[in-house]
């Protein structure tokens, strides 16, 4: 069992960063991947970036390449994400999960999330 909980969300303007925060605890947090995935009322989960259980690996979806980047700290159990860069349409909660295998997207523990509201 793992539980998380994301921090660090907020609002910016159109340009800026913000780092947001995964903290696991629970047991075997470094077997994981772990994933962040944004939501917008009204519309399906979007994934945005996964880092592999060692954090050798990372994947991003197209709309965020360049602009953010996932790390993971297996020492104090955490994973990040930060976004740089920020627009409008990046506007949404972000949720943080953790799962047992890097090339299926499959993820067993969620987060409740986080806003980030991106001004123009």
């Known amino acids: 069992q793992v539980q998380l909980v994301e921090s660090g969300g907020g609002l910016v303007q159109a340009g800026g960063s913000l780092r947001l925060s995964c903290a696991a605890s629970?047991?075997?947090?470094?077997?994981?991947?772990m994933g962040w995935f944004r939501q917008v009322p009204g519309t399906e989960r979007e994934f945005v970036a996964r880092i592999n259980s060692n954090g050798a690996t990372t994947d991003y979806a197209d709309s965020v390449k360049g602009r953010f980047t996932i790390s993971r700290d297996n020492a104090k159990n955490t994973v990040d994400l930060q976004m740089n860069s920020l627009k409008p349409e990046d506007t949404a909660v972000y949720y943080c999960a953790a799962g047992p295998l890097y090339y299926t997207p499959q993820y067993d523990y969620w987060g409740r999330g986080t806003q980030v509201t991106v001004s123009s």
């Open positions: 629970g047991r075997n947090f470094s077997r994981y991947t």
